[in-house]
């Protein structure tokens, strides 16, 4: 047989490594500090309850929706076209895509973070660096990783398996080496550790703050366009979700635990969401004796590892906006792609986008601010995108002669839409309560001014998915003459 006749062999991507590519975007070991400080030891209660009642069912849906609709390269924009018509698909592929921008932009800002922790081995940067050269900083690093891409092949698997991997290792460590810690003497720092301490404040503040907890958790479907590069989607696939279920599980309950051993859950330092891992880690290797090593370490793994997450999202989430979307909605422009396959326009629009965001964040008085504010944002934004996953299932669950899969959650067609209509209404109202500021005083300055920021964001983000229709419509009509 002639070796020019036999075909190459196939490339397969494991259920291991689309877990670990998932883990990278979904939760990493700071998702765990900014819940802490919202709402103290009782998070751990948010944990578990949305274990349980959001994350479990949440993943077990995408494998039911990733699996109805395997041959769609739209991923959650393909669901949501073909369970129900082409301009709630078109939408849900707009809010995919620019729910991914203030994503990015805080990304961004976590890499440069983390470079000033290896440098500096302190929380100085905000002392050091004004907020106009803390966001041309953040747009830099946003091209050079938008021409990372387009350069090197095989960047994306390659950065979530050395990010995605590290960071749970290190994710890990620290909770053993707490617990360790803990065994040999070291001093709990929340007293009273007791089940009182654990016992949830119910109040405006705790449910505004949630929607920071479903952004934490959410985001499996980044891994459906993927599902074509798997060997075995119907056995693999939810292998990948249960796996990544029990990753998050583990890193929320028991990372928030050794949080409250080096911590006091009742007095949290300001800048706790942004320079607490690495406060984490210098207070464990003091306890240890090995100074500031462990620190150190974990800043090299966190610079990887969201150098990772923002290579995962520019490459998943401009997939999915030019996938799969109706003729009439999209300029052909935008959806063009280079010699590589990729969508080279979009993100031309994510740099411009990333853009605006700076310049809104140039507004607020330092870089702590900065990143609590864009992280607030995430929580509004994340969270409305997600609602379309659930739409999505109780569409086809609704119209269950209509579709078929070889995975299905819930057999019982009552039992699922029930399920899947909670989890809707769940993600919807805490998204929409996660408009109130959270690091400000009600009725101050800085309170009005995140508020206003809130709306305006998300008026220009969502509003602009308006126009594009409109643009296309312009273009069919040039075509036409």
Sequence with gaps: ???????????????????????????????????????????????????????????????QMSLTFD??????????????????GYWTSWMYWIQSVPYIVDVSNSVIV???????????????????????????????????????????????LIGGGAMFVMSVLFVLLAGYAVTHGAHIATQPMNWAAFKPTFSLKYFS??????????????????????RDPKHEFPKAMWLLALMTAFLTIFGTLSL???FNANHIPHDFKMNGPYYAFHLLGQNLGVGKLLMYI?????????????????????????GDVADKFMPKWLTKTNKNGRPIHSYTMTTGLSLFLLLLTGTLPNINTIYNWLLNINGIISPYKTCW???????????????????????????????????????????????????????????DHQLLLNFITVIVLFGMGFVMPLLRKHEMNKELD
């Excluded at 991507?13 to 900014?34: H, P």
């Excluded at 830099?140 to 938008?146: D, G, N, Q, S, W």
Aim: hydrophobic share 55%; aromatic share 18%.
């Design 209 to 230: 703050t949630t929607g920071l907890l479903i952004f934490a958790m959410s985001g499996a479907e980044l891994a459906a366009p993927y599902i074509v590069q798997m």
């Design 260 to 262: 409250a051993v080096f």
């Design 389 to 447: 996953v659930f739409f999505a299932f109780v569409a086809v669950r609704w119209q269950d002669k209509k579709f078929h899969s070889e995975y299905t959650f819930i057999k019982n067609r009552t039992g699922a839409l029930l399920v899947g209509g909670w989890c809707l209404a769940f993600t919807f109202v805490c998204a929409t309560l996660g408009f109130i500021p959270q690091e400000a005083a009600f009725g101050t300055k800085l309170f």
């Design 1 to 63: 047989m002639n070796d020019l006749d036999i075909e190459p062999k196939p490339h397969y991507m494991k259920w291991q490594v689309i877990a670990l590519l998932d883990f990278v975007t979904i939760i990493s070991f700071e998702n765990i500090f900014y819940p802490f400080q919202n709402q103290g030891l009782s998070v751990v209660v948010s944990w578990i309850f949305l274990l349980f009642a959001y994350v479990i069912p949440y993943e077990l849906i995408v494998s």
């Design 114 to 160: 983390s470079f000033s922790w290896i440098i500096f081995g302190n929380n100085s940067l905000d002392k050091r660096m004004s907020t106009f050269s803390f966001g041309l900083l953040t747009f830099v690093i946003i091209l050079v990783f938008i021409i990372f891409e387009n350069v090197f092949k095989n960047s994306l698997e390659i950065l979530s």
């Design 71 to 88: 041959n769609q390269s739209g991923g959650l924009a393909s669901w949501v076209r073909r369970s129900s018509n082409d301009t709630l």
């Design 298 to 322: 974990f800043a090299v793994v966190q610079a990887i590892f969201m150098m990772a997450q923002l290579a995962v999202l520019l490459d998943a989430s401009s997939r999915v906006f030019a």
